[in-house]
């Protein structure tokens, strides 16, 4: 699953707080693994873009890390 454009998703919804488009998108992956969880499927990739190179914030990856649990 690649996991992207929250932050777009954010800016182009009006938010002030890009971060609630982060926020959003982890609820989303959630979903998306309960899914996953009641089809049996085990194991699931997730690949999260950053970009600028990896010089923006840890914010996205620890919104998405929490859905892990």
Known sequence: ?????NRRWAR???L???GEGH???ST???EV???CAGLGIDNVTRHSPR?????TSPTPSAHCSKTRS
């Open 16 to 18: 002030a707080d890009v």
């Open 28 to 30: 989303h992956v959630a």
């Open 51 to 55: 970009p600028g190179s990896g010089r």
């Open 1 to 5: 699953m690649v996991v992207d454009g």
């Open 12 to 14: 182009e919804a009006g």
């Open 23 to 25: 926020r959003r998108g």
């Open 33 to 35: 693994l309960r899914w």
